[in-house]
């Protein structure tokens, strides 16, 4: 049997390695640790030379820009039951219900003069499903609908996600957002 012979073409996609001397080993030693020192001398660099950007929370709480979008809040003693906000909300989280008021029912009007003809029953949203993308406050023609700065309102379970804005405790918000 002969022996494969291999083409001057193949052989230029091997690796030719030279045997290892002293002085090669002592360059390779060298090579690891200037990489080494390299590597954790930026490491250093920023474990102790950059200020934290972390804050000891709940003591202290950041200050939210006005226009920051959280938890959203609906006026309804300004809501005229327009159905805007929830035929614009991509992901249909705003439950409204209303009723026409009667002929002999007194005129209200809200803070702007707009008359409200209808009685709100229902205003609840979910804002487990809720996206925060704001369509629904653009569109509000009373502006009751607004997104507050106010980020605290985790739970534990998603059914106390839905917040009824008929509520006597979620009226009493009003006080300290309505400005």
């Not at 001397?21 to 030379?49: C, D, E, H, Q």
């Not at 409204?96 to 008359?115: L, N, Y």
């Amino acid at each position: 049997m002969s022996t494969p012979t291999i083409s001057q073409e193949s052989k230029a996609h091997y690796i030719v390695q030279e045997p290892l001397t002293l002085t090669g080993w002592f360059r390779n030693v060298f090579g690891a640790i200037k990489s080494v020192t390299t590597g954790m001398g930026i490491t250093f660099k920023y474990i102790y030379g950059v200020k934290p950007v972390s804050i000891e929370y709940p003591e202290v709480r950041e200050v939210l820009p006005e226009n920051s979008r959280s938890r959203l809040f609906n006026d309804v003693e300004n809501c005229i039951s327009c159905l805007q906000c929830a035929n614009a909300c991509p992901v249909d989280c705003i439950y409204i219900t209303a009723v026409k008021r009667g002929a002999d029912a007194p005129k209200i009007k809200t803070k702007d003069g707009t008359p409200i003809r209808l009685d709100l029953v229902q205003y609840t949203i979910d804002t487990a499903l809720c996206c925060y993308c704001g369509l629904c406050t653009t569109v509000c023609p009373t502006e009751c609908l607004t997104h507050t700065t106010d980020y605290e309102f985790a739970s534990y379970t998603i059914g106390d996600m839905k917040y009824d804005y008929l509520a006597p405790d979620i009226r009493a918000w009003r006080h300290r957002i309505v400005k």
